[in-house]
């Protein structure tokens, strides 16, 4: 199948990586010094627990022109950064499109895809669970097998064949998700705490881990997050995070104390930036649910104090 990579991060271009060993017709838009590496060196990964490097040649363009036509495309980026590539979709003919990452609106920019383009999208989202660094020679990956979370907003995915299809020859696994709103929308809250734990202490993991009363608020505040969704209306899924996080406080703190000490937890690159957009947007549903989130507040207030440092 023909298919673009629309991005060539860390997770594009694993994403990138699986496809072109299942023997699809793979392309990957990149910019500057990032393109001008794919071209010369090809997508060099480094995957970490299984402790070998790959090396796959892959087309790269810069610009998704008009007259490009792919029979899918899989936009890999942070959630600050899709607003700005939703027009350049709109005006391409392909029609099958995959967003894939964290996303707080993904209902709106379904809508504003819809209603600029002049043909027909069939629009998913997923979500990759694997992680890595860009390093000055290859891309780190941290993954166990190959896994992505798909679904709909409005139902199963029209273009389910096609996705398979795609993902027949390789060992990476699709797993579909019934209501992948709300999946994206529960996803958020972890995601937020724990990369406030790293932010709040720069990085320094093992700073984070002699912070008890930090992890404690944060494992806190993830029920309240789950709070705020519950009194919005939205179901908790998958309902075992929101069950175990509420439930069994000072295990999922002993956890993320192990994690944060062990050498996996500093080679995930993470996003200020993204960070603070989505801690924004769950600001506004606590308004919106009108339900008090005490311990979440003051681990914005803290991240904020880092922001007015910079």
């Known amino acids: 199948m023909k298919i673009l990579v629309y991005g060539a991060g860390v997770l594009g271009s694993y994403l ?69 590539v939703l027009p350049i979709l709109a005006s391409n003919p392909s029609r099958n499109l995959v967003l894939i990452g964290n996303n707080a609106e993904a209902r709106e920019m379904q809508a504003e895809l819809l209603e600029s383009s002049e043909m027909e999208k069939r629009i998913a989202f997923g979500f990759q669970l694997s992680g890595g660094r860009r390093e000055p020679r290859h891309t780190l990956i941290i993954r166990g097998r190959g896994e992505m979370l798909l679904g709909g907003l409005d139902g199963p995915i029209s273009f389910q064949a096609e996705l398979g299809q795609a993902f027949a020859q390789t060992r990476y696994k699709l797993t579909y998700i019934d209501n992948m709103e709300a999946w994206l929308k529960n996803h958020l809250v972890p995601i937020v705490m724990l990369n406030s734990l790293s932010q709040i202490h720069n990085g320094q993991m093992k700073r984070v881990a002699r912070d008890g009363k930090l992890i404690r608020d944060a494992v806190i505040a993830m029920g309240e997050g789950f709070h705020v969704l519950e009194t919005l209306g939205v179901p908790l899924i998958p309902a075992a995070q929101a069950s175990v996080i509420r439930k069994h406080k000072r295990l999922v703190q002993g956890f993320l104390k192990l994690y944060h000490l062990l050498p ?38 803290r991240l904020q104090l880092i922001k007015a440092g910079e």
């Open 16 to 84: 990138a990586h699986a496809l072109i060993r299942g023997g699809n017709e793979v392309s990957v838009l990149a910019r500057g010094a990032r393109a001008d590496e794919l071209e010369r060196d090809g997508i060099v990964l480094r995957h970490y627990f299984q402790r070998k490097t790959t090396v796959d040649s892959v087309h790269v363009i810069r610009t998704l022109e008009k007259e490009d036509v792919y029979d899918l495309i899989f936009v890999v980026m942070k959630y600050t950064d899709f607003r700005a």
């Open 264 to 301: 996996v937890s500093r080679m995930i690159d993470g996003s200020f930036a993204e960070v603070e957009a989505l801690a924004e947007k769950l600001q506004e549903w606590s308004k919106q649910a009108k339900v008090r989130t005490p311990h979440w507040e003051e681990l914005n207030r």
